[in-house]
């Protein structure tokens, strides 16, 4: 059941069938004592009930997702997620609104409950023995309030600064041919930056970079850190380059830029897990969309985002 049809974007029995088929491989698990396949069908469509003599509560497959106690029709939560995991640069709630036919506060809400079943948690260290992971940091979109400048003693960059002025910092890692790993960092000096380099690599792997002075001393920590000179018009030597993170911040920004124009910076970690997971599950690693879709949908067991909590 990795893939889509175009009957679940229809029809809601069909849409729930798919469900419990994907949440359910083994038969109804009740949501509120784990029992499995110990249930029986009651009304209304798509309640059961658990058998288990302590429990004898009733649940459905949405329960504990983002789709829980929803009003939107459960075929359009499926053609939401199917259209958020296959837009490359991501889709905008205007035309989540448009597409689903559904108010846009509603479209809003529901793709950030869609980009908190993209986020992943407890992954082990990128890297390896003989692999390469590239690190780089870059700045998007204005922060809420101006960051002091080191080298002006703690006093606000000047009006008209280039460079990370009040901008957000991110910084990520990137294993070559694999998978992405992004953080939005209060500021990106050495002590953050190292930290996470140190937390999310492990030390058997070649640590490739530019030649920014946050990295200085990295190659105390790895097998190898290699570098190469921007500032000299020196993109690539070899296998050392930083091509792999700069192509991921591309199709970021585009689509930050192009497609959701604004993020305010506490959302900005979600946008981040968004195109996190569309690199980490992109086709040159052989998942497709509806197997995308369906990696999603698996990731939303207990992630309850409310209208609340992403305000």
């Known amino acids: ?28 698990v009740c949501a509120h004592c784990g029992s499995i396949s110990h249930a029986y069908a009651i ?7 658990c058998a288990e003599p302590e429990c004898r509560k009733n649940f459905t497959v949405t329960m504990n997702t983002p789709m829980e106690r929803s009003h ?34 509603s479209a809003w809400f529901m793709a950030h409950r869609v980009r908190e079943c993209m986020r992943t948690g407890g992954l082990g260290p990128l890297g390896g023995e003989g692999k390469i992971v590239e ?33 957000r910092p991110i910084v990520a890692l990137v294993e070559r ?11 990106a000096n050495k002590e953050n930056v190292m930290t996470i380099v140190n937390e999310n690599v492990l030390k058997e792997s070649r640590l490739h970079t530019d030649e ?20 000299a018009h020196e993109y690539a030597r070899g296998d050392v380059h ?14 930050m830029t192009g497609v959701y124009q604004h993020c305010a910076e506490k959302h900005l970690h979600r946008y981040l897990a968004e195109y996190d ?25 207990g992630k309850r985002l409310t209208y609340r909590q992403s305000n």
């Open 135 to 167: 690190a780089d940091e870059t700045y998007y979109g204005k922060t809420g309030e101006p960051r002091p400048s080191r080298q002006r003693k703690g006093r606000p960059y000047k009006a008209g600064s280039r460079g990370p002025r009040d901008k």
């Open 177 to 187: 041919g694999g998978k992405v790993r992004t953080f939005h960092v209060p500021v």
């Open 43 to 49: 009304k209304p469509a798509g309640t059961y009930r």
């Open 277 to 301: 997971f569309r690199y980490n599950t992109r086709s040159k690693l052989g998942i497709e969309d509806g197997e995308r879709a369906a990696l999603a949908i698996k990731n939303s067991t």
């Open 212 to 231: 920014s002075r946050l990295y200085t001393g990295a190659d105390q920590h790895f097998a190898a850190h290699e570098t190469v000179k921007h500032s």
């Open 72 to 105: 939107i029709a459960l075929h359009k939560w499926l053609l939401a997620f199917h259209l958020m995991v296959s837009s490359k640069k991501g889709i905008s709630a205007h035309q989540l609104h448009r597409t689903l036919k559904i108010t846009y506060r």
């Open 242 to 255: 930083t091509n792999s993170a700069e192509g991921y911040f591309s199709i970021f920004k585009r689509g």
């Open 1 to 28: 059941m990795d893939t889509f049809s175009e009957e679940y974007f229809r029809n809601d029995d069909a849409a729930r069938a798919y469900l419990e088929a994907l949440r359910w491989p083994s038969g109804p």
